[in-house]
Nanobody, 123 residues
Framework: QVQLVESGGRLVQAGDSLRLSCVAS????????MGWFRQAPGKEREFVAA????????FYADSVKGRFTISRDNAKNTVYLQMNSLHPEDTAVYCC????????????????WGQGTQVPVSS
């Protein structure tokens, strides 16, 4: 049973940095691409970034490109999302997810999900 557990969310101020973690267990994660999504109140879930376990290749949503960095530690089965220069509009619940496919951004393409961690950004 694949499990994804996020951590690291907390209240921050605009301009701050924050790193989120997602620990994966119960699967052979070299098969997967790992993604981060976010959902702001009253809005649909939005793709943020993704990384391949095997190669470390990454891609990002335009809204976070240059500010956010996704990375992974294979030995720890952990994926990170480093978020810099946070804006109030980055306020959301951030979830990690696993997909058998690469270069996909639609939530339906992801097979496993964590519960999420909240990131409120004050102005």
């Amino acid at each position: 049973q694949v499990q994804l557990v996020e951590s690291g969310g907390r209240l921050v101020q605009a301009g701050d940095s924050l790193r989120l973690s997602c620990v994966a267990s119960g699967g052979t994660f070299s098969r997967y691409a790992m993604g981060w999504f976010r959902q702001a109140p009253g809005k649909e879930r939005e793709f943020v970034a993704a990384i391949r376990w095997t190669t470390g290749s990454t891609f990002y949503a335009d809204s976070v490109k240059g500010r956010f960095t996704i990375s992974r530690d294979n030995a720890k089965n952990t994926v990170y999302l480093q978020m810099n220069s946070l804006h109030p509009e980055d306020t959301a619940v951030y979830c990690c997810a696993a997909s058998f496919r690469w270069l996909v951004t639609a939530p339906r393409e992801y097979n496993y999900w964590g519960q999420g961690t909240q990131v409120p950004v004050s102005s």
